[in-house]
């Protein structure tokens, strides 16, 4: 269905240019993955918190508000140098399913997170307190995690599977 647009997009000048350049795909996609790891770990450290782990420290809302902006800079990072790859190798990335699930996922989690970001700002007290937390934050926690995690495995497995699509 992505195959036309894919193959339309490979003879576009800013694709040829970009794919001329010897550097821009490795460029691109090491700064992804360190962006990757910033939002993961961000995603993680407040993850483990609501549940229950390092209870000692620093609040949940207080380690949010400090995470959550890391976590929104690592995800534009993530979409501009994604884009680019996108741009430079648009039949690698719009061909395989894995991508699909991937940016499928990623809404969905930054959704969560948006949701997540917004219920700890409006009642920081309430999440603070292991015994008064909402009962979604473990399911949220957990989910998140899982996702992020599925996010990895699926632009991993992109340039594994890519080629059985092609």
Known sequence: MFRPFADWLSTTALSKTLQDAAWV?????????IAVSVVFGSALMINLRLLGVGRSGRSVSQLSN????????GLAVLLFTGLIQTITEPVRQFVTPMFWAKMTMIVVVTAMTAWYAKAVRGGAPEWDSASSRPAPAKAFAIMSTLLWL???????????????YA
């Open 25 to 33: 795909v490795p460029t691109s996609q090491s700064i992804h993955i």
């Open 150 to 164: 599925a996010i990895i495995v699926c632009g991993r497995f992109i340039g594994y599977t890519w080629s059985f």
């Open 66 to 73: 400090t995470l959550i902006p890391w976590m929104w800079r």
